[in-house]
């Protein structure tokens, strides 16, 4: 494993051995960040479940009060009069089958894929394309949906989704760098909670073990988790 380079290491002193409020944790990663480009601030939650068992599994859907700082690239499938509606609210590729053989040749150019329920007969074998790149339309993440219009609307706002990895921690993008500290602290409380309010009926004990908020090449900042706990 490569040592972390001289300009981390520093940064890293500049932290305490604790957990900081969101706010003084944002306030920090300004100071120590070094990076001369705008860099993603990130946070991530050590969950208390077991990855292993599906009625563990913690996933869902938030819409950031600040957004994501770019908008994102929206492609629908849909049929009949939700096409029009998809186009309307903004959605940058809209289509049927035509869209499905596009992706099925390899036309992955999009950060969103929304779909209509009619539809996911033909999205279904596309499984193997989007599913790996997180782009595969589901219910649960309101990427299934007939009301096109709001879900586009909605990822174009800043919609993010969440879910579990197989080491039980859950990651999440909350704005960039450049943003002021009021928005990056709304945008990851709003993360946060969603997180906690997605806390599974079966999950027992400790569930937010920990929370880190970095930028992509700081240190990351502990979160103290306990106001959310309350959530």
Do not use: C
């Not at 600040?66 to 499938?77: A, D, F, P």
């Amino acid at each position: 494993m490569s040592k972390p380079g001289k300009k981390y290491r520093k940064a890293a002193e500049l932290r305490q051995a604790k957990p900081y409020p969101l706010t003084e944790a944002v306030a920090l990663l300004k100071k120590i960040a070094y990076a001369k480009f705008n860099e993603t601030v990130e946070v991530a939650m050590r969950l208390g479940v077991d990855p292993k068992h599906a009625d563990q599994m913690v996933r869902g859907t938030v819409v950031l009060p600040n957004g994501l700082g770019r908008s994102k690239k929206v492609v629908v499938i849909a049929s009949g009069e939700k096409v029009k509606e998809a186009r309307d609210a903004g959605a940058d590729e809209v289509g049927g089958d035509d869209i499905v053989e596009r992706i099925a040749g390899g036309w992955t150019d999009f950060d969103a894929a929304i779909a209509t329920p009619d539809m996911m007969r033909s999205v279904g074998k596309l499984g193997k394309i989007l599913g790996p790149r997180g782009l595969m339309p589901n219910p649960k993440a309101g990427t299934v949906t007939d009301d096109t219009a709001k879900a586009v609307r909605e990822v174009k706002a800043g919609r993010v989704e969440f879910k579990l990895d197989k080491n039980g921690n859950v990651a999440v993008p909350v704005g960039k760098f450049s943003f002021e500290e009021k928005a990056l602290v709304e945008n990851g409380n709003a993360v946060i909670e969603a997180v906690v309010r997605a806390r599974p009926a079966t999950a027992k004990g400790h569930y937010l073990e920990s929370v880190t908020i970095s930028a992509t090449m700081s240190p990351g900042v502990h979160v103290d988790p306990a106001p959310y706990l309350r959530v």
